[in-house]
């Protein structure tokens, strides 16, 4: 986020799309509930009409996967009504005229071609976001689970830049983390081609300087592999074994049959996790791992904040903490420099070679925490970003085309799946689906679809219909709702027996290289009692 989650109740306008906040990221949510209170106008922009939709001042319901369009189409209609903001564009940015001739062709009714939203709601829509004072843009993984993420969020980041937005209170461009501490794991390198805080493995000087911290030679040079190209490789036989930590692929990655495949061809899987799941099965070690509440060390949320964790119960049985178990495998593997005594030392080794965390102490985060970058000891932290000026000097303006998703709806498979999470269920239902009151709220996988849809193929509220895809098919309760558009299902992912993601395409967006979990073809067929 380059702002902070209280500044959303500074917006004159908040933007909330691809995210269905209240139900994700409730707390987040209540913030934008709170704001439009207050006044805030907001702006939902989803293919399914959820809570926030209901208080939004415009709601446009787009087709799965046309993110692109109707973000060009909005810029396209703030520059034909003079809606921008010149001075900021003059003074902190580049390539303007470039990006301007690139969105001639996104006129409204372009746009309403491509997406179905109606040309006239865009303009209103345009006018209210680029008329505001201050705006927000709040997304999440609607945005970014597509074969063009990179090019969705580059064109969030181009609507913020001409509008000048950015830098102060009240607007900014703010993904939201899928969960507690993603932006904390991304900081430390969870990446596959980045050190801590962002360095690149592949740049000379930054490679150096951890070969020299951590008393190594021969660090590689070259990125390695996301979580999807991993089950790719070991499918292919070319990855013969992995660890994975906290995470369940067998429910969460797209084509399941094609993950369970590549784990049965292991030679070796350790898991360390905190409860059984559908990805344990298939391991050959299993690590029992201790939870939030049996820990310490630091998490970092969504708006940067670095937050102690502090241990609150011990550990049963053989558990250990994360940190414990990497550096005693790391030792019997032969590895130096795992020889810490206390997650303090860890951080105290983070701040060493992380400039955006130098700053920071364990002293000095206390019960609040302190927001990144923190380059020195008696630095406040940065609750905004890019308030004078941005890293690589002046904003960038990114030209972007619309490309139609790696799959569309065709005669066979006529509807479009798109994915999600509900509020009584967490991810893979791992944790949740064993809480007897989660449960009693939402206990079973459904698809949503459309009711003129339900009606011509003779489908029933609450009738059992079968999903299928090119990928695999699964049996789910029907709910009939005007939630979603006509040719559009919804499904959660959470249940494992009817897995979503047996469903979903692993087309992958060729920068980021995530999957397109939001739209992939499929048919809807009737179960007769």
């Given at each position: ?5 209280q500044d959303l109740e500074e917006a004159e306008v908040i933007l909330v799309v691809g995210s269905n ?29 959820i809570h926030l939709s209901r208080f939004a001042a415009m709601f446009l319901r787009p087709r799965p ?465």
């Amino acid at each position: 986020m380059t702002n902070s989650i209280q500044d959303l109740e500074e917006a004159e306008v908040i933007l909330v799309v691809g995210s269905n906040t209240t139900e994700q990221h409730p707390i987040i949510g209540e913030r934008i509930l709170s704001a439009v209170r207050k006044g805030t106008r907001l702006i939902v922009i989803d293919p399914r009409a959820i809570h926030l939709s209901r208080f939004a001042a415009m709601f446009l319901r787009p087709r799965p996967g046309t993110e692109v369009a109707y973000l060009n189409g909005l810029a396209h209609v703030i520059i034909s009504e003079g809606l921008q903001d010149d001075e900021f564009i003059a003074s902190r940015t580049e390539g303007f005229e470039e990006f301007r001739k690139a969105l001639a062709e996104y006129t409204p009714e372009r746009v309403e071609e491509i997406t179905g939203i109606p040309a006239a709601d865009l303009v209103e829509t345009a006018r209210l976001y680029g008329g505001a004072e201050r705006a927000a843009i709040v997304y999440c993984m609607g945005i970014t689970q597509h074969v063009a993420g990179t090019d969705n969020v580059l064109a969030v980041a181009n609507l913020a830049l001409l509008t000048g937005n950015i830098g102060k209170p009240g607007t900014g461009v703010n993904p939201l983390r899928g969960q507690n501490n993603v932006q904390g794991a991304c900081d430390m390198g969870g990446l596959p081609n980045v050190f801590t805080g962002y360095q690149r493995v592949d740049d000379e000087e930054a490679a150096r300087r951890f070969e020299a911290a951590w008393g190594v030679e021969g660090l590689p040079r070259t990125p390695g592999l996301t979580v999807v190209e991993m089950i790719d490789a070991a499918a292919r036989g070319d990855l013969r074994a992995m660890y994975i930590m906290g995470e369940n692929p067998m429910v969460s990655d797209p084509d399941v049959n094609h993950v369970r495949e590549a784990l049965s061809r292991l030679d070796f899987l350790a898991v360390a996790d905190i409860m059984d799941n559908e990805t344990l099965r298939y391991a050959h070690v299993v690590l029992p791992a201790a939870s939030f509440a049996e820990k310490e060390g630091t998490i970092t949320n969504t708006e940067r904040r670095v937050q102690r964790l502090r241990k609150a119960v011990e550990p049963p049985g053989e558990a250990r903490p994360d940190w414990e178990i990497i550096c005693e495998l790391g030792k019997r593997m032969g590895g130096g420099g795992f020889d810490f005594a206390a997650p303090e030392e860890v951080f105290e080794e983070v701040r060493k070679v992380t400039p955006s965390y130098a700053g920071m102490t364990y002293r000095r985060l206390g019960t609040r925490g302190l927001q990144w970058p923190c380059p020195t000891e008696d630095h406040p932290g940065t609750p905004i970003l890019h308030v004078e000026k941005f890293p690589i000097g002046r904003g960038r303006f990114t030209p972007v085309t619309y490309r139609p998703p790696a799959e569309e709806p065709d005669e066979e498979y006529p509807f479009i799946l798109t994915t999600g999470r509900i509020l009584f269920q967490y991810h893979t239902g791992t944790m949740t689906r064993r809480s007897p009151s989660l449960v009693k709220e939402a206990d079973r996988p459904f698809a949503e679809i459309n009711p003129e849809d339900a009606a011509e193929l003779g489908i029933d509220d609450g009738g059992r219909v079968v999903v299928s895809s090119r990928r695999g098919s699964v049996e789910v309760e029907a709910r009939v709702t005007d939630r979603v558009a006509r040719g559009v299902v919804f499904m959660p992912f959470h249940f494992a027996e009817a897995a979503a993601n047996a469903l979903t395409i692993a087309a992958l967006d060729p920068v980021a290289k995530i999957p397109e979990l939001k739209v992939c073809a499929v048919k809807v067929q009737g179960v007769r009692s």
